[in-house]
């Protein structure tokens, strides 16, 4: 357990700060749907169908994509056994509301589903999206940015986006729900994130036997992290129940969108502090558990009412410490908090990492003082080495 201290007052930090939307809510786009078919060199079939989900002017299909707050991220999507991609549009059309391009494979969604050619046609899927993104008057053109792209899966889905990798490391981010366990050599190199999540009571993909091997075998990964949803079955992102289970079908699902959107918008955008509402507090009393190996360490600020909650996932057993800043001046010394000063900096955590990889300190912000601007970065020590966070900015009136 972290020691939590509280910082000093001479911080003088003021409270009430707001709290941010739960990443379960519809963002603050309209969701577009342009169903497409197309021709492509890398595809395994000979005409590719796909769902493309996207930030419109308007809800509807085939609207104008919203090019003023543009451009966005690309996420590939790669469905189930017997599912085609309308079968997801829901949790899809949420992701577009955030700001999301989801490009969601329909080939391989019949009786016989064959992976390998679901892994080809996704590849193609990305760079047709990415040539038409780059095409002048397509509809898709000027749309998409030069983030690093991103692949989602269900079930047979994760196997096909991790085949990808075999050939093609397009992605580097790629989370995996109620994942079906394969021959994959491409788990044991992935060198990027990898983010797991299953229902404790699937029966389709029962967790030990797949979801938990799949977490496992991704060694060599920069993040992962592994999220149980209890009470959850195979088919909580899908639109529809499907099955009886402990936790409703409207939970299920509204974990999905909580813990996708957060996860991408961390590993896509930056933003990490929406991990706050995943691994933190902000998860308190909510049907889940989770775990994590990050060598390269997470660090989410939450500011509720006159507390702040510094979190980070980190790898178990590590020494952990956070500390905290006033100002906005780079940090001037090489062996102490990089970005923070040293003279005004105080440690509002310390101890060892939890052996499930999360930790978080909650501390009393003291009340009343000029506006300022809070610094806070986290590092993790092993072996007279350390892995530093992110320096997290924090705007306080």
Known sequence: MLKSLQIVAGLALSCGLASAQVLEDSGPYPAGLS????????????TVLARIYYPAESEGTDTPPRLADGPYPLVGFSHGYFAPPQFYSELCKHLASHGFVVASIGTEAGLFQNVDRQAHDTHALLYWMEEQSATSGAFFEGV??????????????????MKILEWDDVFTVAVAMEPRMNDLPSLSTFDGALHVIAGSNDIVNPPQN?????????????RRT????EGAGHNGPL????????????????????????????EVRGREDDCYQLFGGGAAGEPITSEAVCAQPILWVEVTGTDLHVGGASVPDLRWAVAAGVGTTPFSSPTWFPGIDPQQARLIAKGLVAPNGLSETTTPLPSGGPATTLQIRGGAFSLGSVTWTRLATLSLP
């Open 35 to 46: 169903p497409v078919q197309f021709s492509h060199p890398l595809a395994a079939n000979s």
């Open 144 to 161: 998409l940015d030069d983030s690093d792209w991103a692949v989602l899966g269900h079930s047979f889905g994760c196997v096909a986006n």
């Open 210 to 222: 797949n979801a938990v091997p799949f977490y496992d075998e991704a060694a060599a990964t920069r």
């Open 226 to 229: 592994y999220t149980v949803i």
């Open 239 to 266: 639109d529809f129940p499907s099955a009886i289970n402990p936790l409703s079908h409207a939970e299920q699902h509204r974990l999905h969108r909580r813990l996708v959107t957060g996860l991408l918008q961390a």
